[in-house]
């Protein structure tokens, strides 16, 4: 059965973000796509779920954000009592060793460097798709 | 005519000793005169022939015929004392005193001598000697008897002469000492009675001077058995040593009886060295008189001493020489003063040369129980640094606390007080503002005593290191300088390290955000808008495409490029055979390509000094390049070899490859440089560039070997690490 909750995409650049819907139209995932486009407006939603609105099924995070920094947000989330066990992928053109140790020892899931090619960009979105909005919802 | 009793009473009445004799010689009669002279009666002399009447010597006998009343013929014997003639001239002349006394011992004469010892006057008087009041001893000095005195022996005792000693007490005049002679005299004096005659003398002076010499000669024995030196008198003429003390015993450790067998003995013990002279000065003695001669003498017991000897001769009252005399002296701890003073003297003058040459200035400086402080002793140099003349710091009692500057007093008090009290060296600068050549900075190095009143004194030296510190001070300005030069260096590198980290982050992040749009966009015109392209069109796309991913590709290893600087290299010994394998194994499926040969040539037990990212990097860079450059080849050989040579290890990797021209070969190392065309051999000019730098990073190095169209063999070297 899928699972129709959200995916959270906080992104900053908008032809990342429509690359990414196109993407995930092309892998035929079906969740809604919400979209932070900075750390603060990702933290937003922290006090949305808190109201009542449904959780993602996993959030999908740059590290590069204006105001609040990717990893401050993953920080605030791995720490919240409530959201921890919320399912965070880095994805980043970043392949610094730096941040990658920091998203892991913050408690990140999982990191992933955004290829170039749009196949493989595709590619990632059905390993997304199958891994978190398929195998670890059942 | 006479009546028979007239002659008979003037016969009795007549004061001659006379007796009537008879014809036949025999005694009839006698007169009361001649009774008192023989001392007999009558009746025991008449009926006596005249020749047995005991008869005195000392009377004269005359004899004459005469007619007796009856008409016969009888002879009258007439005795008469002696004739002694008392002659004042002679008796005075004499030099014993001579006293007659009578028999009752009163006395009668006494001539000038006597007078003179008794104390007499001219005039006799006739009265007992005991009443003169003058007591009489014994030769033991034992108050002597009336009847044991000589005088009255000789006139009752029958002893005829008697000789004896006597000491008489006589007033003014003390104890006089008399040797008497008392002889009984029948008739005598004036008187012509029977008396006593004595005659004595006065030893009384003799006798003392007797006793002062015995007196003086045990003082003299006394003297020298408590000498401390030798003492000895020597005889000259017969060579005979009459006197030596013990101290002689004591000192040569020999008995001195030999010394009185034979002079020579003297000789005994001297060290052979100065035989000679002890010998020379001995014999010196009789020619000159006197001598003084040092020398060694070895004991028995084998002490040796050092001897001072002495002789001079001693004078007879006559001006003569009667004796030898000397003194022995044991000068052994003189001369061991003298050769201690020796040895303190060079010690002395050897301290002095140091004192003199060291650095700095000697001091003796002394703090009293109460705290207050003094030099005792400083060496000339010390006026150079505290600007006091040394002689004025010791006698002025300068306490050094009051030549410190100020504001290091109470540390340079402290430091004393904790060098006393643990008796550690004081160790302490301060400066002394008063120092002829400005303020000077000084150093004292000491180490403390305690003095028996309860003071401390440090002995040690002060060195002016004014110019040290100075240097010192400039040392480290110059380093706080250099510090903050490279501090600032550092700073400025550091932040164009992070700029340079925040440009390729940028690059990464930045320049690749539109390339995956102009992939993605071009990807999806291509298939969801293919219909509305032709061929050109789609070629158009394919290329944009092919441009953006290369670009992809030259940003990516920009920035790998970029990341092997970051960080400390962190070398250790890595063996060289697993990064090989590990490499082999990440390249196995190109490396599977049909007819690539790949031969492995790895020494075993290859241990490197590097870091295993380093090494991986660069021979899989240099593996990738084989791998790509025989790709146009039929047969594709490759060599992957690594072996030591000396105290590197060499790795290599060959190709059959087109090669290149050596002309070219430090072109291929740096970024962005390649010898082919892209579309022969894909690239982006990075990777050699990394290996290069990787090899840096690891003091190692690379190069190449190739000729065109032979191949090409590229070498990495690192340090070769202990062997495993």
Redesign the interface.
Known sequence: MEDRRPILLVED?P??VD?TR??FAKRHIVNPLEVARDGEEALGWIARWEAGEPLPVVVLLDL?LPRVSGLEVLRQLKAHARFSRLPVVVL??????GDVASAYALGVNSYIV??????K?IDVAAQIDLYWCVLNQT | MLSDELLQAAWLAGVDAMAIVDAGGVVQAVTPALERLVGREASALVGLRVDDLPLPGTVSREMREACATDGGRVHVLTLRPAAVRFDRTVFDSLDSGCVWLDMALRLVEANLAARRAFGLGERVILERIDQLGWRQFDRELQPMATEDRPAWRAAHGGEGRVSDIVAVEIPGRGLRWLRVNALAVPVLGPLADPGVFVSFTDFTDEREAAESLRDSEQLFRMFGEHAMDVLWIVDPRAQKLLYVNAAYERIWGRPAAALFDSLVHWLDGVDPGDYERVAAAAQSQTASGSYEVEYRMHRPDGVAKWIRGRGFPLYGPDGRMRYMAGFAEDVTLAHEAERLQDAHRVAQERLERIVATAPGAMHAYRQRADGTGEFTFATPAIRALLGVDARRLVDDRIDLLALVHPDDRGAVADSLRDSAELGAPWLASFRVPGAPAGERCIEAHSMPGRDADGGVTWQGFFIDVTERRRAEEEVKLLNRELEQRVAERTAELEARQREMESFTYSVSHDLKAPLRGIDGYSRLLESDHAERLDDEGRFFIRTIRKAANQMGQLIDDLLAYSRIERGRPTLSPLAAGPVVDAVVEGLASQLAAPGLRLRIEVERGLVVHGEREGLSLALRNLLENAIKFTAGQAQRAIELGARREGAQVRLWVRDNGPGFDMRYHDRIFEIFQRLHRAEDFPGTGVGLAMVRKAMERMHGRVWAQSEPGAGAAFFLELPAGPLV
């Open positions: 650049n032809m990342d690359l196109r993407a590069k980043t053109t970043s392949r610094e060793d955004k290829p170039v090619e749009f196949e960009f």
